[in-house]
């Protein structure tokens, strides 16, 4: 009989055990899901301004040539880093200046 209590207990401590864990991972699951819900709107609401951004790109494309697109793109990079550098030794020239 004693043996069968042991037993009991053991078996009723795995179960409390078992019981702690699962609303452990209940009550992360309740939080976070919302919260992932959230993101994942999120994500579907950029992928889809990203694909018209995509697709006034393709037209842009057929419309002018890929190359002439990829050359301006490239041209305007260029010139807002320039400007970029630009700024950046002005702000530099400033700083040393009022030391």
């Known amino acids: 009989m004693e043996k069968i209590v ?3 207990r053991s078996v009723y401590r ?3 055990d078992v019981c702690q ?4 991972l209940q009550r992360k ?3 976070e899901v919302p ?9 579907k609401g950029e992928n889809a301004e990203l694909q018209e951004t995509a697709k006034d790109y393709d037209l842009l494309c057929r419309a002018y040539g890929s190359e002439r697109i990829a050359e301006t793109v490239a041209a305007i ?3 807002e880093q320039a400007e970029k550098e630009q700024k950046r ?3 530099w020239r400033h700083d040393r200046e009022e030391r």
Do not use: G, I
């Open 35 to 43: 919260y992932l819900k959230k993101q994942l709107a999120e994500v």
């Open 77 to 79: 990079k260029w010139q």
């Open 6 to 8: 042991k037993v009991v």
């Open 14 to 16: 795995a179960y409390l």
């Open 89 to 91: 030794s002005q702000k």
């Open 29 to 31: 699951y309740d939080t």
């Open 21 to 24: 864990k699962f609303e452990l």
